[in-house]
């Protein structure tokens, strides 16, 4: 245990269809033998589920979006920060990903340590760029395009096989039959997540992830490889299984050793029926499903806290194999007062 | 004809199966595990027909036969060792 009590802020609490890593990073870090923490909630809308589980999050902030001015956002942060000394962030927000790794220094300056990847490993695996990365790092990535226009996605469907994924930059992936959905998905992605829009060959097999944490130097701190069992239909996992299979890791250790990867990271790959494996996207951030990783026995964000701090932390070497999450939602009621109050005074 | 199993495959005291590199999990009659468990302790072909031939009614031809189908089986759900 930690001489003091760590502050730490937390963002993705958004515990919906689409969960955001907020609420299972903060239990991790709740369950952490070596830390004492105070947990800061950092919210984007005043709905975010996990805004109002008051077991876990001792205190939330209302933050506005970064797409309405870094300098807003930033501003919000340094507030909350002359409130509450924060020791640690951990954004678990795409789109505030790139503000903040441009101001990790600067974030720092004030206190607040974060463990991020730097600039290059960010842009190096963006989906844009992963047929490149695949062909930097010897990975079989599915054919794929950036687009930026209707009569691009119907070119790029002529230049790959159907069916497609229709891939926004942060979030949202749909499966196209034909050219006309992807147009279709190409409309309804970019009006919400603007563009480039990914157009991606589909791959048929199995989905399986790993979540991971590297140390910067190129070491493996963690890594757990999950297959998903039951899957949305926002092809979001809502069961799946920690699995030993070999390649991943392997794969895991050989990316985060060759980029020097700092930080959490999620791998996502398909396993086709003759053990081909595709890389379909890295997102640069620990997943919703890390409380896994804490339940096999790696708990990753206990880790990524000590790395922030700059204390050192013994890389696990084993996780227990066949543990499952099975996700669930639940109906907390909560007064319309303290929802309003929230909203009024951006804090609760 | 040897049967190489692929390391690590578990099976509970309920009798199913479970593979830890894919996390699929198969469950099957009761011969099946009994020739599984036979497998795993490193049987060799002729000391399995062995076994088998004492607890079921088997003469050689069934038993190769059997195993052809069984091992079929166990490659489709890529549960033998690869290489």
């Known amino acids: 245990m930690t001489e003091r009590k760590i502050t730490v802020a937390v963002s993705g609490l958004n515990n919906t269809d689409n969960p955001g890593p907020g609420i299972p990073v903060i239990r991790g870090l709740r369950e952490a033998a070596s830390l004492d923490v105070r947990i800061i909630g950092i919210a984007y809308e005043n709905l975010e589920p996990g805004a109002y589980m008051q077991e876990l999050v001792d205190k939330v902030y209302l933050v506005p979006y970064p797409s309405q001015g870094t300098d807003l956002m930033m501003g919000r942060l340094l507030d909350i920060h002359s409130r509450e000394k924060i020791d640690v962030l951990i954004p678990n927000f795409d789109a505030e990903l790139l503000p903040l790794i441009k101001s990790a220094d600067w974030l720092r300056n004030e206190g607040i340590h974060t463990f991020l990847p730097t600039m290059e490993q960010y842009e190096e695996r963006l989906k844009s760029n992963l047929p490149e990365y695949g062909r930097n790092y010897g990975i079989m990535v599915p054919a794929s395009r950036p687009v930026s226009s209707p009569s691009e996605s119907l070119n790029a469907c002529r230049e790959m096989e159907g069916p497609f994924m229709v891939k926004g930059k942060f979030y949202d992936a749909y499966l196209a039959h034909g050219p006309e959905q992807v147009v279709e998905y190409f409309y309804k992605i970019s009006a919400k997540w603007g563009l480039p829009v990914i157009i991606q060959q589909y791959i048929h097999g199995t989905e399986v992830n790993v979540v991971a944490l590297g140390d910067g130097k190129g070491n493996t701190v963690g890594a757990v490889p999950m297959k998903k069992q039951y899957i949305t239909d926002k092809g979001k996992a809502w069961g799946g299984i920690a699995i030993s299979d070999p390649y991943l890791l392997e794969l895991t250790r050989h990316l985060l050793s060759a980029t020097k990867w700092r930080g959490g990271m999620e791998l996502e790959l398909i396993k086709t029926h003759d053990r081909k494996y595709y890389l379909v996207e890295i997102n640069p951030r620990i997943p919703a499903w890390v409380y896994l990783a804490v339940g096999a026995g790696q708990n990753l964000p206990e880790a990524l806290v000590h790395l922030a701090l700059g204390l050192d932390f013994k890389p696990f070497d084993a996780f227990e194999v066949g543990k499952m999450f099975i996700r669930y939602s639940y109906d907390m009621i909560v007064d319309a007062e303290r929802h309003q109050n929230f909203t009024m005074k951006g804090d609760m | ?83």
């Open chain 2, 1 to 83: 004809m040897n049967i190489n199993l692929k390391p690590g495959l578990r099976i509970s005291e309920q009798g199913t199966l479970f593979d830890p590199e894919t996390g699929d999990s198969y469950t099957m009659n009761e011969t099946g595990l009994q020739i599984l468990r036979y497998l795993q302790e490193g049987l060799t072909p002729d000391q399995l027909y062995d076994r088998l031939s004492q607890e079921f009614n088997l003469n050689v031809e069934g038993f190769n036969r059997m195993m052809i189908d069984f091992k079929a089986l166990l490659n489709s759900f890529q549960l033998l060792k690869h290489d």
